[in-house]
């Protein structure tokens, strides 16, 4: 079957860096996206990847790695507005988007 | 504001009842989804509609009816639903089936709760 994991929930310092990492075993490979999604808000698009290597956007960079089924979602000098969950997701050989559960991040200050 | 507009944003429900879930986008989009959340799961995809027609069902019971009457509005009719259909529905769109990136721009959620 298919699968995304990535950490249920992990808690950061105010102007700190963390890592939150996703795996994924899918039929196929054709992009992997990270979501942000503030409680009771729509999730919003952050970063895709599809070639291997890191991705920069200012505070926020995700790497790939597609021989190891790995993503990492680095967030930079981390802000209180920072808190909300990140959801992975994998876009299979069908164009079919495979979704992690999410990872929930708490900020403190 | 993603563009996407969902309402009502909080439904309460007795398991006898009928009532509809509206989304719109505003961004000249193509393909309308929706997309149960619930805690701690991934996002489920229930539907699909291309140019206004379905291209997607996976699996869902007939209790959701949805309907998409043009490209820029879908509706998800429920009926008798059951206690463990609460959850948060999303609504999302993209330029096309499968888009540049593939990017989803979601709507904000209809929280329904079923009694």
């Known amino acids: 079957g298919q699968n995304i994991d990535q950490p249920t929930e992990m808690t950061a310092t105010e102007g700190a860096i963390v890592q939150i990492n996703c795996t994924y075993q899918t039929s196929g490979f054709n992009g992997l996206f990270w979501y942000q999604q503030h409680a009771g808000e729509a999730p919003t698009f952050l970063s895709y990847n599809v070639l291997d290597g890191l991705e920069e956007k200012g505070r926020f960079s995700s790497f790939l790695s597609r021989s190891k089924g790995y993503s990492y979602l680095l967030l930079k000098e981390l802000q209180m507005k920072d808190s909300a969950s990140y959801l992975c997701?994998?876009?299979?050989?069908?164009?079919?988007?495979?979704w992690g559960a999410g990872t929930k991040l708490i900020i403190k200050p | 504001e993603t563009g996407v507009t969902q309402t009502p944003r909080h439904l309460v429900m007795g398991m006898t009842n009928k009532k509809s879930l509206k989304c719109e986008q505003h961004l000249g989009h193509n393909a309308m989804y929706w997309y149960k959340q619930s805690a701690k799961k991934p996002l489920e995809l229930m539907f699909v509609y291309n140019f206004k027609e379905q291209t997607e069902n996976n699996s869902v019971p007939s209790r959701f009816s949805p309907e998409c009457p043009n490209s820029s509005h879908l509706f998800l009719h429920l009926h008798t639903l059951q206690p463990e259909d609460s959850a948060l529905y999303l609504c999302a769109s993209s330029p096309g089936p499968e888009g540049n990136t593939g990017e989803l721009f979601f709507g904000e959620g209809s929280r329904l709760t079923v009694l």
């Open positions: 997701a994998v876009r299979d050989s069908n164009y079919q988007l495979i």
